[in-house]
């Protein structure tokens, strides 16, 4: 009887569809459009663009730390009164760049233009969904980041600069404007951003859920799910139960700010005033910020490791290793995200039992980490591995994801966070660990899709460079940071001159920087080959890497609703690459095990019969149903 | 004029490498190359990786060596010995895996790179194997942990009794020190108290205020336990000192500790570092405000005679400045000018 709803459903809509295609105008298609892909594209391009300002900034903190004495008066075209009259960065600004620099980065690129594009875009056309459950909502969502991100980008140009207290935004910093300029209008368009943003963030993820649930496709069980929709579903998961924590976290700081209220302020006299807040605790909201804040490292982490998966596997032409495992790793890592956000605190005041706690259940996460590379590396091993430039940002994806995730395992231990804690070292550490390792993933992602995207192929060689460029100017800045940490070099200061421990180095800082610049600005490469081949790209064939997933049985050019015709059924898993027997080194889900009988292993024979006998049943009702609606 | 000849030189350099661009999309075509699987591309990029391995890896461990006296910093307290044993254990653990992993990474790139008379290996899964690569990590992380964890005991357990106790105040942006005087009873402070002359709220109708004092540095005793008792009275700070492996929040309306035992007197430092003006330092690592990085205070580590020597010269502050007692109730103010007038 389902099987019959659904089947009814998706006649239903084709027919839909058909009626769409006609009516869409401009406005509908490429605006305020419903078409998943179109939502992915337009994802896709806020991430780019959030993703230049948000390195731009990074330059012009880098400059001042790589060059303390260099005139920036170049700059005052674009800084104005930011850049004071002896040609020097304003201290104030600096903390408004690093805090801008991570609030971009994390949540509009890595949050937004990561999993909004590749959760929007690979659902539907990996499940075999004509659209997502609610095309309206995914809108929506969409509109609402737009929105989220016009407030932020406003917030640049204030007079008093915009929210300056790190991207944590701890309180009272954050909720006095007496402590720091922008504090003030700044913080306040940073808070209602968020909260667009955050709204942006359920809505996508109750749909992404919604969608992977209900609206798979005949035979595509759980367990035949590729990798990337189970890492989606999981991030989606994810930023569902955490973000309303973050919005809690906001909402009372909105209330400290503008109602008088005392959630995180307590005995504090500042500006030769002794406030009359009482009783409130600033660590309540690290709590509170940090049950976001941990998961979301693993929200932009995990939608990479699944594309990573994906393409590893289709360019190594091997199933991924430990299929099982891997999943189970991400739900290991999805469960235990929850419970490890208190290590960002061991020095924090905190009670010592606690920080104990969180330091056991902190190490026990590297476990399925662990298990997820040496999975990696073991697809690799006796593979025939094909360079696409996605196949080299995922092995670099998994370089990054070593380099940063063992570092990880000095900052989870509390006795060694004491000295390491909001050094450079921990800068070190997320930037591979969570910044570049999903860039990495997302880039792999733009390679690896364009051609479904856009119906073209990127130029390979420009990513080649685009990749060597990236990939050793990612080593450069941020392994010298170790270094740097090690020595006790403390995150955020404006200049190191001031104390006789971090007065050195500066020869280490300005290679850092320079490595800064010009990995910056290898990324304008990829913007060439990106907007070139978009229009004058070769054009691609219908399954350019001989991939397993259904995606690739859509048109070149799918149109609103994705498969012409009924959507096709799944008859296997999507990493049958290379089998045994077969002639191809590649299987699609879409070929029933009764077509192989060549490359079947004991196990799926002996599924031959049952699948015969689905498929005639399938046939009958597909008939029944077609002269019921005629 | 130099915008003019900057933004000249981007247009130049874009026509180049549109240049570059073209001509290779050309010869690619001419070569009919974009029909193959893999080109030499494919094993100029597993080449690549191996070289980047060989380069990476061989500057990575140069560095580490030469540079290992500018970047570890020498360590002044008791349990900074034991956390940076720590450290280093987990270095030598997780540099091993980091190097192995990464041979195996680009070894297995470049080994394995496509050839087209070969087929890659059908290998789905090996339970065995998943099992022996989720145990050995696990116990390596449980040895990890436990030492760890006893090392976090020892150091957040209370203080010892006969710990030399220091207040350290954050404010915007500065430190201020404050000692418990002969008494060895820090005073109660009230934040609403805070004036220009009492910047740290003290509460002199609490008699254990009278002999308090402060210290334009932060001097210890060598040898002997130590506990910081740390405030902030505006936002939240840090003291981090480096040397000493010690960090801990301020946080305004919930004071924090940490207790350590220094074991380097500043002389010592200097003459082991052969710097005569080397100074053991607090700096503020939780971002407070523009002047977050220039909060400064010096630690001055000295030999235990020498501290109570210079314990028992201070001054108080009721003694360098009587005004703040002028508002204390008649009795009291009798008490503290009786704790003045004596000597």
Redesign the interface.
Known sequence: MAVANVLAHDAASTHDDHDHEHHDNFITKYIFTTDHKMIAKQYLLSGIFWAFIGGFLSILFRLQLGFPDMDMTFLKPILGGWINASGKLDPAFYLALVTMHGTIMVFFVLTAGLSGTFSNFLIPLQIGARDMASGFMNMLSYWFFFVSGVIMFVSLFLEKGPASGGWVVYPPLSALEQAIPGSGLGMTLWLVAMVFFIASSLMGGINYITTVINLRTKGMAFSRLPLTIWAFFLTAVIGLLSFPVLFSAALLLVFDRSFGTSFYLSDIYIGGEALPNTGGSAVLYQHLFWFLGHPEVYIVLLPALGITSEVIATNSRKPIFGYKAMIISMLGITILSFVVWAHHMFVSGLNPFLGSIFMFLTLIIAVPSAVKVFNYLTTLWRGNLIFTPAMLFSIGLVSFFISGGLTGIFLGNSAIDIQLHDTYFVVAHFHLVMGAASFFGMMAGVYHWFPKMFGRMLDEKLGYIHFWLTFVGVYLVFFPMHYIGIAGFPRRYYSWTNFSFADMYTDLNMFVSVAAIITFFAQFIFIFNFFYSMYKGRKASANPWQSNTLEWTTPIHPGHGNWVGEIPSVYRWPYDYSKPGSKEDFIPQTVPLSATPESNLPHEARLVKLEKEIMAEEKEELVTNESKES | M??FLISIGVILLIML?WMV?RI??LI?VAKGS?KK??TT??K???I??MV?LIV?GGW?VW??IV?FD????PIASEH?I???R??WI??A??GF??IL??I??FW??YH????ED?????????NK??VI??LV??IV??I??IS??K???D??SPAPDNAHVVEIMG??FAWEVRYPGLDEQLGDYD??L?TATNSR?IDFTDKNAFDDFPSQNVVIPKGEPVLFNIRA????H?V?A??M?????A????P?RFWFVPNKTTEEMRAELGDE???F?I????????????M?KVIRVVEPEEYRKWFTEQTPFIKSNPDLIADLPVDLKELAEIYINEE
């Not at chain 2, 009275?233 to 939240?236: F, I, M």
């Not at chain 2, 492996?245 to 929040?249: A, S, T």
């Not at chain 2, 690592?285 to 220039?294: K, L, N, P, Q």
């Open positions: 130099y915008g490498i661009y290779q999309t690619s974009d699987i893999a591309s494919n100029v990029n597993a690549l990786f980047f990476f990575m560095y580490s540079e500018n970047f570890q910093l900074g034991v956390t940076d720590l450290f987990t270095t653990v997780t895996i980091f992993t990464h195996l990474l297995f790139s394995y790179r496509y050839r070969r087929r890659a290996a059908f290998y789905p899964d090996n194997l998943e690569w989720t990590p696990a992380l449980t990890l942990v760890g964890w090392a976090w005991s150091i957040t404010y915007q934040y609403r805070t709220g009275r505006d936002v939240l840090s981090f480096p040397h492996r010690l960090k801990m929040d946080v305004p309306g919930m924090t003006e080397f100074e330092e700096a503020c690592t939780e971002v407070c405000g523009i002047g977050h990085f220039t400064r």
